[in-house]
Structure formats: structure tokens, C-alpha cells
């Protein structure tokens, strides 16, 4: 069976994940891939949370949906109708959120944030992209994943250690490879992929002596439902 197979579902215990995130300002030290900047707040969801949808701009009146898992680690998506700058709250519990994506062009930062609207921000979506950019995400619980490769790349003048991280199930975040880079972009493809169990975490990172690079990432997935 080829990617376009899988793409065209003509499998359907096979299904495609690509994440892609950013994080516009690389400082010293180590930081998550994701918009927000910093190291990516894993312990706010150690329990399931009502999210609150806030933006910076009162015109984002729109609908926002949010992509994540329930307290079981199952699939949850809510759409969410936006208040501008007055949190509004999801009608569900999130264990985990990986993705936002907005009806309409966002004129404002959309965050979605724990216990309230000026809570830790877990999801962080930039003014005028309709889409979080987030290399972040967590393995349902149905599923055993296999990466198939990653991208990373930083900017102009920029060098950085990439590593995807990965804590299974019950463990700790581990280190599941590493490149260097230097003001450019690499691809790593398997040649025999990579396996991931249910319900882990995966945290993609940058580690750099500089301060206020771009820096990018992304990877590829095949989910296999059990």
C-alpha cells in the first residue's frame, strides 16, 4: 500500500498525521517548536481541563475548533464560538490539544489556556495564520504510531540542536534522535519507521546558543489502528 492509499483512505486502519510548528524567537537553551516560545507546559494537562479560547483582538467572533484527546486519550474535537477578548470556555475536557484552526482569519493571538482566560497557555495561534503551529502531539490511545521522517530548519544566521522527545505512556521524555543546524534545513527519513505506543508524548525541541531565530519543525505519522 502507497502514502496515497493511506491518504485517500482506502485503509481504514491506516490514517496520516502531520504536525508543524514554529516558534518565531529561539532564545538560549532549550524550547518546545510550538508559537507560544518556551518549553511546552505538558504538566497543565495532567488532569483533564475545560480550555478557554481568548484573542487579543475583539473582532475574533468567529467559530475556532479544537483538536485533542479526552480523559481517556480518545479523539476530541469541539468547535468553539469565539468572544474576542472574553475567554470562552469548551464544553468538554481536554487531556490533550495539538491543534487549532479558525473559520475565518484571526486578526488577534488565539490562545487557549487552562482554569481560565489568563491561565497557562496549551495551544498558542498567531495573528493571521487560521492555525496553530504546534510540534506537539500525543498518541490516541487506539493507535500505534510510526514516524516516517522529520524536517527541521532554522534561520538566517541561526544554529540549533533538534531533537524529537518522546515520553511513553507511564514514562519520562526521552531523546529519540538529535541534528545540527546551521541557518539552514535537514530532512531525516526512516528507512524502517519508527515506532511510538499509545497515548505517548511527542515534544519536538531546539536547543541554541542565540537568541531570536526562527527555527522549524515537522514530522510525519502513520497511525495504525489496533
Not at 142 to 156: M, W
Request: charged share 15%; aromatic share 12%; hydrophobic share 35%.
Amino acid at each position: 500500500m502507497s502514502y496515497l492509499d493511506i491518504a485517500l483512505g482506502r485503509d481504514y486502519n491506516l490514517t496520516f498525521e502531520h504536525k508543524f510548528g514554529v516558534n518565531p524567537h529561539i532564545v538560549s537553551g532549550t524550547q518546545s517548536v510550538w508559537t507560544q516560545g518556551g518549553l511546552y507546559p505538558w504538566a497543565a494537562l495532567d488532569n483533564p481541563e475545560t480550555l478557554y479560547v481568548i484573542s487579543t483582538n475583539g473582532s475574533d467572533i468567529g467559530s475556532i475548533t479544537l483538536y485533542g484527546l479526552d480523559e481517556n486519550y480518545l479523539p476530541l474535537t469541539e468547535t468553539v464560538a469565539m468572544t474576542g477578548q472574553i475567554a470562552a470556555p469548551t464544553q468538554n475536557q481536554f487531556k490533550r490539544i495539538f491543534r487549532m484552526i479558525t473559520a475565518n482569519t484571526n486578526a488577534g493571538t488565539i490562545t487557549a489556556r487552562t482554569v481560565s482566560g489568563s491561565g497557562t497557555v496549551v495551544a498558542h495561534m498567531e495573528a493571521g495564520k487560521s492555525q496553530t503551529l504546534m510540534a506537539i502531539y500525543t498518541i490516541p490511545a487506539t493507535v500505534n504510531a510510526y514516524g516516517t521522517q522529520f524536517t527541521v530548519g532554522i534561520g538566517k544566521g541561526g544554529d540549533a540542536s533538534f531533537s524529537p522527545y518522546v515520553r511513553e505512556f507511564g514514562g519520562a521524555f526521552r531523546v529519540r534522535g538529535a541534528v545540527e543546524v546551521y541557518q539552514s534545513t535537514f530532512t531525516q527519513t526512516y528507512s524502517v519507521p519508527i515506532p511510538i505506543g499509545p497515548k505517548a508524548d511527542i515534544d519536538f525541541r531546539a536547543t541554541s546558543s542565540g537568541n531570536n531565530f526562527i527555527a522549524t519543525a515537522s514530522f510525519d505519522l502513520i497511525n495504525y489502528k489496533r
